[in-house]
């Protein structure tokens, strides 16, 4: 591909295919602008994205294997962390930097955007201890299923021993109930409070659920045991089942279905996406729109994606979202060409990512409730916040941390090829390139403050724009009030 | 959650304000100093010597049958054959409660009537939702829309133009909902690292912050209202630094690697500082136990003990204006599950701590557990949470209109502040 920033005016995409690419990626860099190139619009991008087995990404593919421990069998996992050989924390931590690394790196962007919003309804924090041997597992579980159905997405995950270890199901028999998993089920996952279920349902989607065993602090082998199995008739809101059978899993994927397909549910993954998509107070409109195509194509992902930028809401709320910290992060990294490749030392830029990203109050798989991170973006609009990340966008441009493993393109590889250029005209260039719009003329102007020189001052070749001349550049591109917003 | 828009419509008057008060600040840019402290003087002058409250949040539902345990009460001890604290190891036990054997630390401030405890608080209707639960005793006016947090309505009813250093949560960068709303808060993990870009080279610095500022009030809404709050901030965190880092007082120990001491011993200096501070909110997690209650309570209470022990010494002269308050968004089940644990409950137990409390003793219009006066085999709440928080507010901020910060409760003292 031509080097985009070779040109003096590096072009734009238009301001629609700019919003598309801006809410389903982790950050409009060269390489993206050229795939809805060749895709011709953005919408046509987004389909083959929704198709991203058939996308090749090599970048995003190797990344894996930078974390060897992370393929580890559950048995061996625990093993490892009795002996502090690799403990529970170590195998949280390097699920976070594979997280932030495959956002940054992977050609997949949309997938891994949705595996970020599936994560963080189905939250598992890192390095917990009854769940960490499951967790990569169920990570991959999330990314794969991620644009299919949420169905499927809904069985993977509440099924999953992960899940049964976080909130308690693999405590939960019939001698003895614990409701934590059949709550939340209801709670965060599905219908939601407003849907009216009271406390009889909470207890009965509790009692469903019994039979899923984990070993745990043992082997954290995952079993079904139907001796364990509540069994009698299960009422939760209109669904009933007669649950006679020892071996409930029937039962369960028949219940598990029922919520997905629930109205209510309908509208509450609607009103998530849309928050997360559009805007923190999301139009009824656009809401009953996506729920309603979440309904019609029995709750197939990618349907009710089509339906959310279909609506015009879509398109009215461009730069109405702060990006959270991690966001932040991750689109900084990507928009200055950094890219991580590997991770095998306390310096690596993977880990250096999840330590900017911490600073600013925001840990991947930090939180500490099942309820995941706030979806609105409001919360992150503190001044706290703004300040810590000013000085990111700082360090980041000109790698002042001196990071490890991370490739960074040379400097007269991301300026134009024709000299002598204005400050102005730099000004301008890394503002579309960073920004993928024009320059605002304060931005000129604080450029030129910060460097003491007029907005004509003439470099005459890329050598002569010093490390220093280029970080505070590209550091004040980033810290303009457009650069917090996607 | 808020008004999360950032069109900047919602909050005019915060940016205008806001952008006003920049504006004050750039004006006086060439005596960057002694405009510098100006701010730091009013700001002591107007509440150098103000009382404080300090929220600390149990998150997760703490369990205030451990915590204040009804010893009195065979229906207790029959829900929880593996879990109930024994009657004889329990602290200060009147005829009806005892306190949990792990709040030893906190012994000199009961014994000295600086702290109380309050049964049988919670939400005027039972709500074992963790988030929604949250969300309603952090924002306290069920039904608004306007969503404006508690916390930030004192605030305005405290001061005529509320600072960004009025209300502060400690501990994590994330505004909490009690703190949302008009007056300008500021959430954060440490001073320290509050200082703006090349904090070092003073020209630089002041060129930089300068585009920032106009910058972010000519573009305005949520994020510009934030950039120009960031940059007053900034200014006066360093002073504010200066004093947090000397801390804790001599003789004053934090229990290691605990959060929570993190967030009090920043909380403390602040306070010592006299910057203006009048609420700080504090959040202490990992109170939800639905297994293993015994051992898991044991070490949370253990630890809260520990370092609001350590705070209170730690305030040095300042204690005597400050008040702390445990909330939780609900208590537990009465009955224990089948992994040891008590899953989501209903009545609670809050403690107050410091200033104006008349402690050594328990508060509570008792509802007993006897199956009769249970609400769906819980404890009931027989004092609404608001009502504690009007009685502390009423007694150490009589200036303060609490109708406006509690719209529309039924407010029933129960007699535990002077």
Same mark, same amino acid.
């Given at each position: 591909?031509?080097?985009?920033?070779?040109?003096?005016?590096?072009?734009?995409?238009?301001?629609?295919?700019?919003?598309?690419?801006?809410?389903?990626?982790?950050?409009?860099?060269?390489?993206?602008?050229?795939?809805?190139?060749?895709?011709?619009?953005?919408?046509?991008?987004?389909?083959?994205?929704?198709?991203?087995?058939?996308?090749?990404?090599?970048?995003?593919?190797?990344?894996?294997?930078?974390?060897?421990?992370?393929?580890?069998?559950?048995?061996?996992?625990?093993?490892?962390?009795?002996?502090?050989?690799?403990?529970?924390?170590?195998?949280?931590?390097?699920?976070?930097?594979?997280?932030?690394?495959?956002?940054?790196?992977?050609?997949?962007? *949309?997938?891994?955007?949705?595996?970020?919003?599936?994560? #963080?309804?189905?939250?598992?924090?890192?390095?917990?201890?009854?769940?960490?041997?499951?967790?990569?597992?169920?990570?991959?579980?999330?990314?794969?299923?991620?644009?299919?159905?949420?169905?499927?997405?809904?069985?993977?995950?509440?099924?999953?021993?992960?899940?049964?270890?976080?909130?308690?199901?693999?405590?939960?028999?019939?001698?003895?109930? #614990?409701?934590?998993?059949?709550?939340?089920?209801?709670?965060?996952?599905?219908?939601?409070?407003?849907?009216?279920?009271?406390?009889?349902?909470?207890?009965?989607?509790?009692?469903?659920?019994?039979?899923?065993?984990?070993?745990?602090?043992?082997?954290?082998?995952?079993?079904?045991?139907?001796?364990?199995?509540?069994?009698?008739?299960?009422?939760?809101?209109?669904? %009933?089942?007669?649950?006679?059978?020892?071996?409930?899993?029937?039962?369960?994927?028949?219940?598990?279905?029922?919520?997905?397909?629930?109205?209510?549910?309908?509208?509450?993954?609607?009103?998530?996406?849309?928050?997360?998509?559009?805007?923190?107070?999301?139009?009824?409109?656009?809401? %009953?729109?996506?729920?309603?195509?979440?309904?019609?194509?029995?709750?197939?992902?990618?349907?009710?994606?089509?339906?959310?930028?279909?609506?015009?809401?879509?398109?009215?709320?461009?730069?109405?979202?702060?990006?959270?910290?991690?966001?932040?992060?991750?689109?900084?990294?990507?928009?200055?060409?950094?890219?991580?490749?590997?991770?095998?030392?306390?310096?690596?830029?993977?880990?250096?990512?999840?330590?900017?990203?911490?600073?600013?109050?925001?840990?991947?798989?930090?939180?500490?409730?099942?309820?995941?991170?706030?979806?609105?973006?409001?919360?992150?609009?503190?001044?706290?916040?703004?300040?810590?990340?000013? &000085? #990111?966008?700082?360090?980041?441009?000109?790698?002042?941390?001196?990071?490890?493993?991370?490739?960074?393109?040379?400097?007269?590889?991301?300026?134009?090829?024709?000299?002598?250029?204005?400050?102005? !005209?730099?000004?301008?260039?890394?503002?579309?390139?960073?920004?993928?719009?024009?320059?605002?003329?304060?931005?000129?102007?604080?450029?030129?403050?910060?460097?003491?020189?007029?907005?004509?001052?003439?470099?005459?070749?890329?050598?002569?724009?010093?490390?220093?001349?280029?970080?505070?550049?590209?550091?004040?591109?980033? &810290?303009?009030?457009?650069?917090?917003?996607? | 959650?808020?008004?999360?828009?950032?069109?900047?419509? $919602?909050?005019?008057?915060?940016?205008?304000?806001?952008?006003?008060?920049?504006?004050?600040?750039?004006?006086?840019?060439?005596?960057?100093?002694?405009?510098? $402290?100006?701010?730091?003087?009013?700001?002591?002058?107007?509440?150098?010597?103000?009382?404080?409250?300090? *929220?600390?949040?149990?998150?997760?539902?703490?369990?205030?049958?451990?915590?204040?345990?009804?010893?009195?009460?065979?229906?207790?001890?029959?829900?929880?054959?593996?879990?109930?604290?024994?009657?004889?190891?329990?602290?200060?036990?009147?005829?009806?409660?005892?306190?949990?054997?792990?709040?030893?630390?906190?012994?000199?401030?009961?014994?000295?009537?600086?702290?109380?405890?309050?049964?049988? *608080?919670?939400?005027?209707?039972?709500?074992?939702?963790?988030?929604?639960?949250?969300?309603?005793?952090?924002?306290?006016?069920?039904?608004?829309?306007?969503?404006?947090?508690?916390?930030?309505?004192?605030?305005?009813?405290?001061?005529? %133009?509320?600072?960004?250093?009025?209300?502060?949560?400690?501990?994590?960068?994330?505004?909490?909902?009690?703190?949302?709303?008009?007056?300008?808060?500021?959430?954060?993990?440490?001073?320290?690292?509050?200082?703006?870009?090349?904090?070092?080279?003073?020209?630089?610095?002041?060129?930089?912050?300068?585009?920032?500022?106009? !910058?972010?009030?000519?573009?305005?809404?949520?994020?510009?209202?934030?950039? *120009?709050?960031?940059?007053?901030?900034?200014?006066?965190?360093?002073?504010?630094?200066?004093?947090? &880092?000397? $801390?804790?007082?001599?003789?004053?120990?934090?229990?290691?690697?605990? !959060?929570?001491?993190?967030?009090?011993?920043?909380?403390?200096?602040?306070?010592?500082?006299?910057?203006?501070?009048?609420?700080?909110?504090?959040?202490?997690?990992?109170?939800?136990?639905?297994?293993?209650?015994?051992?898991?309570?044991?070490?949370?209470?253990?630890?809260?003990? !520990?370092?609001?022990?350590?705070?209170?010494?730690?305030?040095?002269?300042?204690?005597?204006?400050?008040?702390?308050?445990?909330?939780?968004?609900?208590?537990?089940?009465?009955?224990?599950?089948?992994?040891?644990?008590?899953?989501?409950?209903?009545? &609670?137990?809050?403690?107050?701590?410091?200033?104006?409390?008349?402690?050594?003793?328990?508060? %509570?219009?008792?509802?007993?557990?006897?199956?009769?006066?249970?609400?769906?085999?819980?404890?009931?709440?027989?004092?609404?949470?608001?009502?504690?928080?009007?009685?502390?507010?009423?007694?150490?901020?009589?200036?303060?209109?609490?109708?406006?910060?509690?719209?529309?409760?039924?407010?029933?003292?129960?007699?535990?502040?002077?």
């Amino acid at each position: 591909m031509t080097r985009m920033s070779a040109s003096t005016t590096p072009k734009v995409l238009s301001t629609p295919n700019q919003h598309i690419a801006s809410r389903f990626s982790f950050g409009v860099n060269e390489y993206l602008i050229s795939d809805i190139g060749s895709s011709r619009s953005a919408t046509k991008w987004l389909e083959r994205q929704f198709a991203w087995s058939k996308l090749g990404d090599t970048k995003g593919d190797a990344v894996i294997n930078w974390f060897p421990h992370l393929r580890d069998q559950p048995a061996k996992a625990w093993t490892n962390h009795q002996n502090e050989d690799h403990t529970a924390y170590a195998y949280g931590r390097d699920l976070c930097a594979y997280t932030l690394a495959m956002k940054v790196a992977t050609r997949r962007q *949309v997938r891994e955007v949705m595996a970020d919003v599936w994560s #963080n309804l189905f939250y598992i924090p890192m390095g917990e201890g009854r769940s960490f041997p499951w967790r990569y597992s169920f990570d991959a579980m999330i990314r794969s299923r991620s644009l299919g159905s949420f169905r499927s997405l809904l069985r993977g995950a509440v099924l999953h021993p992960a899940m049964s270890g976080w909130l308690n199901n693999s405590s939960n028999t019939k001698y003895g109930i #614990n409701e934590n998993l059949g709550r939340e089920l209801l709670e965060l996952f599905t219908v939601g409070r407003p849907a009216g279920y009271d406390e009889d349902d909470v207890k009965n989607s509790a009692r469903i659920l019994t039979g899923f065993r984990v070993k745990m602090f043992d082997s954290f082998a995952a079993s079904y045991d139907p001796e364990l199995h509540y069994v009698g008739r299960i009422r939760v809101l209109g669904f %009933s089942h007669a649950n006679s059978s020892k071996d409930g899993r029937t039962a369960v994927n028949a219940y598990l279905d029922y919520l997905a397909r629930h109205p209510a549910t309908a509208t509450r993954i609607a009103r998530r996406l849309c928050v997360r998509f559009v805007s923190d107070t999301p139009s009824s409109s656009i809401v %009953s729109a996506v729920a309603k195509a979440y309904r019609a194509s029995d709750t197939d992902i990618k349907a009710t994606l089509r339906a959310l930028v279909r609506h015009p809401d879509f398109q009215a709320s461009k730069r109405k979202k702060v990006r959270t910290p991690i966001e932040d992060v991750v689109n900084a990294a990507r928009v200055l060409g950094l890219r991580p490749t590997g991770c095998s030392t306390e310096r690596s830029f993977p880990l250096h990512l999840l330590w900017m990203a911490e600073g600013v109050g925001q840990s991947q798989f930090g939180w500490p409730r099942p309820d995941g991170f706030p979806e609105t973006s409001a919360i992150w609009a503190s001044p706290a916040r703004v300040l810590r990340s000013w &000085n #990111n966008h700082y360090d980041l441009a000109g790698n002042w941390w001196r990071s490890a493993e991370v490739y960074l393109p040379a400097r007269k590889d991301q300026l134009p090829s024709a000299w002598p250029r204005a400050l102005g !005209q730099l000004v301008e260039h890394q503002a579309r390139m960073l920004l993928g719009r024009g320059a605002p003329s304060d931005l000129q102007s604080a450029v030129a403050s910060a460097l003491n020189l007029p907005l004509a001052y003439e470099f005459n070749s890329a050598a002569e724009v010093t490390e220093w001349t280029w970080a505070l550049i590209r550091g004040a591109v980033l &810290n303009l009030p457009e650069g917090m917003l996607r | 959650m808020t008004d999360p828009d950032d069109c900047g419509c $919602g909050d005019y008057e915060v940016s205008r304000r806001s952008v006003l008060k920049a504006a004050g600040l750039a004006s006086m840019a060439g005596v960057a100093t002694s405009m510098f $402290g100006d701010v730091m003087t009013s700001t002591v002058y107007g509440a150098g010597d103000g009382n404080v409250l300090v *929220v600390v949040s149990l998150r997760g539902g703490a369990d205030g049958l451990s915590m204040v345990v009804p010893h009195a009460e065979s229906a207790y001890y029959a829900a929880r054959p593996s879990t109930a604290v024994a009657a004889n190891s329990l602290l200060f036990r009147d005829a009806t409660f005892g306190l949990h054997p792990a709040f030893i630390k906190l012994s000199p401030l009961w014994l000295l009537g600086q702290m109380a405890a309050i049964h049988a *608080v919670g939400l005027p209707a039972p709500n074992r939702s963790h988030f929604e639960a949250m969300e309603l005793v952090e924002d306290a006016d069920p039904g608004s829309a306007a969503r404006v947090g508690w916390v930030n309505r004192m605030v305005s009813g405290l001061a005529a %133009s509320p600072d960004v250093f009025d209300g502060i949560q400690v501990g994590s960068t994330l505004t909490p909902t009690a703190l949302l709303g008009p007056a300008p808060v500021l959430a954060t993990g440490q001073f320290s690292d509050l200082a703006g870009p090349f904090p070092k080279d003073a020209a630089l610095r002041s060129r930089v912050t300068g585009s920032l500022r106009a !910058q972010y009030a000519r573009y305005g809404g949520t994020i510009g209202s934030a950039g *120009v709050n960031a940059l007053t901030m900034s200014e006066r965190a360093a002073a504010i630094d200066d004093t947090v &880092n000397e $801390g804790p007082l001599a003789g004053v120990t934090y229990p290691q690697y605990s !959060q929570l001491g993190e967030a009090l011993k920043t909380t403390a200096g602040l306070i010592r500082a006299n910057v203006g501070v009048k609420a700080v909110a504090v959040d202490a997690g990992g109170w939800d136990h639905h297994v293993d209650l015994q051992w898991r309570i044991n070490e949370s209470i253990d630890e809260l003990a !520990q370092c609001l022990a350590a705070f209170y010494l730690d305030l040095g002269l300042s204690a005597g204006r400050v008040t702390v308050v445990t909330l939780s968004e609900f208590g537990r089940r009465l009955q224990e599950n089948g992994a040891s644990g008590v899953d989501h409950g209903y009545g &609670n137990a809050v403690f107050v701590l410091g200033g104006g409390v008349k402690g050594g003793r328990y508060y %509570s219009r008792w509802p007993t557990l006897s199956s009769g006066r249970q609400i769906d085999g819980d404890l009931a709440v027989t004092t609404d949470y608001r009502s504690v928080l009007t009685e502390i507010l009423r007694s150490r901020f009589p200036s303060l209109d609490t109708s406006k910060v509690f719209p529309g409760i039924s407010y029933s003292p129960l007699g535990f502040m002077t």
